[in-house]
T-cell receptor
Framework: SQTIHQWPATLVQPVGSPLSLECTVE??????LYWYRQAAGRGLQLLFY??????ISSEVPQNLSASRPQDRQFILSSKKLLLSDSGFYLC????????????FGPGTRLTVL | KQEVTQIPAALSVPEGENLVLNCSFT??????LQWFRQDPGKGLTSLLL?????REQTSGRLNASLDKSSGRSTLYIAASQPGDSATYLC????????????FGAGTRLFVKA
């Protein structure tokens, strides 16, 4: 069966510090991968998605970047965090194709102070 | 631009009651619609996926319907239990952009014992 992992589970970082969140998927090959952010009291916002190694599409201009160095690894990064980067970050995967179900990881709670 | 709205924002019901959660979307050109459950501080759990060619899906006490022409979906929960207490999110798989999924803000459900 497929599983998706995210770490760390929680993170407290000062403004201006770098960020690296990691997501890995097991039990599937060539998945589509997604990064979402969920701000308090708001819906999920798609940040990045990837259809293959090194292929990243950005949905919104922001202080963050994403990379996919391996087929089942997706990394969210920032060089300098802002207060507004605080939120709940969720990684998701789906099989290839437009009509396929998305499955989510457990999330990372990021607090920028 | 696709917009997804969920009504009501919050709902409190006594245990055993049948209930309906509503989701509406503005662009009927969708690939699929997915219902998720989210417990506080946790990731999303997929409940039901309805493809654009389908009218409904059922899983246990849950039934989701889709009416593309009117831009509506409902999630019916039969014989609600305190363990059903969570936030329920509706997500529409978009036609434009290929892999873009738009989420509603969710309905927070509380089932009283």
């Amino acid at each position: 069966s497929q599983t998706i992992h995210q770490w760390p589970a929680t993170l407290v970082q000062p403004v201006g510090s770098p960020l690296s969140l990691e997501c890995t998927v097991e039990g599937t090959s060539n998945p589509n991968l997604y990064w979402y952010r969920q701000a308090a009291g708001r819906g999920l916002q798609l940040l990045f998605y990837s259809v293959g190694i090194g292929q990243i599409s950005s949905e919104v201009p922001q202080n963050l970047s994403a990379s996919r160095p391996q087929d089942r690894q997706f990394i969210l990064s920032s060089k300098k965090l802002l207060l507004s980067d605080s939120g709940f970050y969720l990684c998701a995967w789906s099989t290839r194709g437009h009509s396929n179900e998305q499955f989510f990881g457990p999330g990372t709670r990021l607090t920028v102070l | 631009k696709q917009e997804v709205t969920q009504i009501p924002a919050a709902l409190s019901v006594p245990e055993g009651e049948n209930l309906v959660l509503n989701c509406s979307f503005t662009d009927s050109a969708i690939y699929n619609l997915q219902w998720f459950r989210q417990d506080p501080g946790k990731g999303l759990t997929s409940l039901l996926l309805i493809q654009s060619s389908q009218r409904e899906q059922t899983s246990g006490r849950l039934n989701a319907s889709l009416d593309k022409s009117s831009g509506r979906s409902t999630l019916y929960i039969a014989a609600s239990q305190p363990g059903d207490s969570a936030t329920y999110l509706c997500a529409v798989g978009g036609h434009t952009g290929g892999f873009k999924t738009i989420f509603g803000a969710g309905t927070r459900l509380f089932v009283k014992a």
